[in-house]
């Protein structure tokens, strides 16, 4: 190999390397925690602002890190016409993640729902009942409390963002009216349940 080889291999494009692929993998782990409500929060459940505080950043690092991979992938390709395994490493880390959340998605309210009634019930049945920081099939619950003779309000953890919190009402007589709330709305989801927005 002469001088001359080694120059010009030094002035050759560098592709994506292990800092974008461990760039990639960071913020799609965090992505992920957040999505299936692995990540563990400041109080002991996620919140709406915990997920926004982390999400966004997380969003941010992985746009950077795709720039930057699309402008040394297009130089290596383009440029220097040659192939480096390192230019498929990080869209195989999204792929997957992809498939994972399509393959493996978060429970949905219709799926916890029975558990959901159970507990709400069970709250209606009994004077004083109030839960909290309890965990129905997947769903973080900061709090479960009577608010009439016939309703029940489920509070979200995930649902807390500054002075908002949302959730489910349990109301088969009525629509929910939050009646300790500056603003509060709900839109009607099946039977007697509601989901709902808080506001203080």
Same mark, same amino acid.
């Given at each position: 190999?002469?001088?001359? &080889?080694?120059?010009? @291999?030094?002035?050759?494009?560098? %592709? %994506?390397?292990?800092? /974008?692929?461990?760039?990639?993998?960071? #913020?799609? =782990? =965090?992505?992920?925690?957040? !999505?299936y409500d692995w990540q563990p929060a400041r109080y002991g459940n996620l919140t709406g602002a915990d997920a926004f505080f982390y999400g966004v950043p997380a969003l941010l690092v992985l746009?950077?890190?795709?720039? =930057?991979?699309?402008?040394r992938s297009l130089y290596v390709v383009g440029e220097d016409r040659r192939w480096s395994w390192w230019? =498929?490493? +990080?869209? #195989?880390?999204v792929v997957a993640? /992809? +498939?994972?959340?399509?393959?493996?998605p978060p429970t949905t309210f219709d799926e916890a @729902?029975?558990? $959901?009634?159970?507990?709400?019930? !069970?709250?209606?049945?009994e004077p004083d009942t109030r839960l909290a920081d309890i965990e129905? &099939?997947?769903f973080e619950i900061s709090y479960v409390r009577k608010i009439? +003779? &016939?309703?029940? !309000? $489920?509070i979200d953890a995930d649902g807390y963002l500054f002075t908002t919190v949302s959730g489910w +009402?349990? #109301? %088969?007589? @009525?629509?929910?009216n939050g009646s300790d709330s500056r603003e509060f709305s709900s839109t009607h989801l099946d039977g007697p349940w509601y989901e709902f927005t808080s506001t203080w």
């Amino acid at each position: 190999m002469t001088r001359a &080889d080694d120059v010009e @291999r030094d002035q050759r494009n560098k %592709p %994506p390397g292990p800092i /974008v692929l461990a760039m990639t993998v960071l #913020s799609i =782990v =965090v992505l992920l925690c957040i !999505q299936y409500d692995w990540q563990p929060a400041r109080y002991g459940n996620l919140t709406g602002a915990d997920a926004f505080f982390y999400g966004v950043p997380a969003l941010l690092v992985l746009a950077l890190t795709g720039l =930057v991979w699309a402008i040394r992938s297009l130089y290596v390709v383009g440029e220097d016409r040659r192939w480096s395994w390192w230019i =498929v490493a +990080a869209p #195989s880390v999204v792929v997957a993640a /992809v +498939a994972v959340g399509m393959i493996w998605p978060p429970t949905t309210f219709d799926e916890a @729902r029975p558990e $959901f009634e159970r507990i709400a019930r !069970q709250v209606l049945a009994e004077p004083d009942t109030r839960l909290a920081d309890i965990e129905i &099939d997947g769903f973080e619950i900061s709090y479960v409390r009577k608010i009439a +003779a &016939d309703e029940v !309000q $489920f509070i979200d953890a995930d649902g807390y963002l500054f002075t908002t919190v949302s959730g489910w +009402a349990y #109301s %088969p007589n @009525r629509t929910p009216n939050g009646s300790d709330s500056r603003e509060f709305s709900s839109t009607h989801l099946d039977g007697p349940w509601y989901e709902f927005t808080s506001t203080w």
